[in-house]
């Protein structure tokens, strides 16, 4: 350190590292792992009211949300055959993913079998009602049903 004719403390050379905060990210994620039994999905709905609320929907579009989940995870649960699995691999994993003017939930589940629900069914048909978008896919062991609501343009 050095000092100037005034007598004020000055750096030699200036730091080289910024010390600005890094700009928040514009996406964001929450991942809840739960039991995969009906018991625990509470959890994930209440959740859903929170993320919902935080991409700025309506009372009315979290309230969607949170039936369109319950929904989804009643597919999830309804449509599969799990093994139980050490260590949480047999848990029902939500992420949630806030995107902008996008909401997108992921539901997953380790299942031993899978049967894709009738597009007839009625919780498939609620489901439909309440997203902009929804998929039923399945990789190898792991069934994901992918839902999307988007915010109502103009809020």
Known sequence: ??????????????PTAQTVPATRPET?????????????????RSASAHVGTKLGCTLAEVSDLRLALDEACGLLL????QDPVPDGGGDLECRFVLDGEALRVVLSLQARDAVRP???????????ALVDDFLWRVDGPTVHVEIVKRRTPGR
């Open 1 to 14: 350190m050095t000092h100037d004719d005034r007598g004020a403390t000055m750096d030699p050379e200036p």
């Open 28 to 44: 964001d994620t929450v991942l809840i792992r739960v039991p995969a039994h009906p018991d625990y999905l509470a959890i994930i």
């Open 78 to 81: 309804r449509h599969t055959v």
């Open 118 to 128: 009738e597009t007839d069914e009625f919780g498939w048909t609620i489901l439909t």
